[in-house]
């Protein structure tokens, strides 16, 4: 909840992983743009998750 009362929903994800072999194919960034596709069709104001992960 914001400190004016509004409440705005956030999604959290991850951490992602792909098995070494699918590695560097582009897996892993398709899995994280649905996820933000997602966010986008639920109308979260945010997304959280590590950045240093991807």
Do not use: H, Q, W
Not at 17 to 40: C, D, H, N, Q, T
């Amino acid at each position: 909840m914001c400190d004016n009362g509004r409440i705005i929903p956030i999604m959290t994800f991850g951490p992602v992983s792909v098995l070494p072999e699918y590695r560097g194919k582009g897996y892993g960034s398709k899995l994280i743009r649905f996820a933000m596709e997602k966010a986008l069709e639920l109308v979260c104001g945010a997304i959280t998750g590590n950045p240093d992960c991807y």
